[in-house]
Nanobody, 122 residues
Framework: QVQLVESGGGLVQPGGSLRLSCAAS????????MGWYRQTPGKQRELVAT???????RYADSVKGRFTISRDNAKSTVYLQMNSLKSEATAVHLC????????????????WGQGTKVTVSS
């Protein structure tokens, strides 16, 4: 079955950096768009960044220029490099897989990871 396992979260000071990883298994990774979301208690889950099977990327306006999503198909892993972190990034960050192959957006999520917690605080 599909498994998405996130890692790399932790405590970081404002302005710092973190790199999140999502190891995927149970499906043909290179055929699916992948995304990173973040969620805080009481708020709607927010799409942070997406990367298609063709390596096209999109970002939320709030993270453009600071975050980079990438994928390594040989390792079935998607990454989120987060630089110049702000307190708004304090959230559980979740990895997601599109439901259908070669989808160009994450409008329909097929699977979610359990999440990794990021805390931005001095």
């Amino acid at each position: 079955q599909v498994q998405l396992v996130e890692s790399g979260g932790g405590l970081v000071q404002p302005g710092g950096s973190l790199r999140l990883s999502c190891a995927a298994s149970g499906f043909i990774f290179n055929m699916f768009s992948m995304g990173w979301y973040r969620q805080t208690p009481g708020k709607q889950r927010e799409l942070v960044a997406t990367i298609t099977s063709g390596f096209n990327t999109r970002y939320a306006d709030s993270v453009k220029g600071r975050f980079t999503i990438s994928r390594d198909n040989a390792k079935s892993t998607v990454y989120l490099q987060m630089n110049s972190l702000k307190s708004e990034a304090t959230a559980v960050h979740l990895c997601a897989k599109a439901r259908t192959i070669f989808a160009t957006t994450m409008a329909d999520v097929g699977s979610w990871g359990q999440g990794t917690k990021v805390t931005v605080s001095s």
